[in-house]
């Protein structure tokens, strides 16, 4: 498979039906929930899934966010990463990565905070995306 990267850009969340075979169910940009789903049916087609944040407007930094993402694989316990401790003035968060290996999947728990976005996170951690011009 290509790299990819799944985020909500106007209406596209992704598909369970097409590859990459994941889904988000919404753009949530005021400190709500949103739910990304994987089809696990397809992982071996996947090399690695990193997941991120922002930090959503008006929070004054990670702290008062009070980001939480609850990572739940069938047949593990669930992994839960807080997203609180940074430096001053990050607005983005590597928070863990996916990794297909044979017979299942690992989950790496990371937090890499960092100011700027996607591409300055691809730069820092050498995942080698082309990028295009994108909007909301």
């Known amino acids: 498979f290509p790299s990819h990267d799944k985020q909500a850009l106007g209406r596209a ?6 590859s990459p075979f994941i889904r988000l169910d919404g753009d949530e ?7 990304m789903t994987i089809d696990l049916a397809h992982v071996s087609d996947l090399k690695r899934v990193d997941f991120y944040a922002y930090i959503y407007e008006g929070a004054v930094d990670w702290q008062d966010a009070k980001g939480v993402i609850t990572f739940e694989i069938p ?4 992994t ?3 997203l ?4 001053p003035g990050t607005n ?3 928070t863990a990565s996916l990794e ?3 017979g299942g999947v690992r989950l790496s728990h990371e937090l ?8 300055d996170a691809d730069l820092a951690r050498g995942w080698g995306l082309s990028w295009t011009r994108g909007s909301k």
Do not use: A, N, W
């Not at 047949?75 to 669930?78: A, M, R």
């Not at 609180?84 to 430096?87: D, K, L, Y």
């Open 13 to 18: 969340m992704g598909s369970l039906d097409r």
């Open 29 to 35: 940009r005021h400190g709500g929930i949103e739910t």
């Open 75 to 78: 047949g593990v316990d669930d």
């Open 80 to 82: 839960v990463v807080l």
């Open 84 to 87: 609180e401790e940074s430096e």
């Open 92 to 94: 983005f968060c590597v």
């Open 100 to 102: 297909s290996i044979p």
């Open 112 to 119: 890499l905070y960092l100011k700027g976005s996607q591409q």
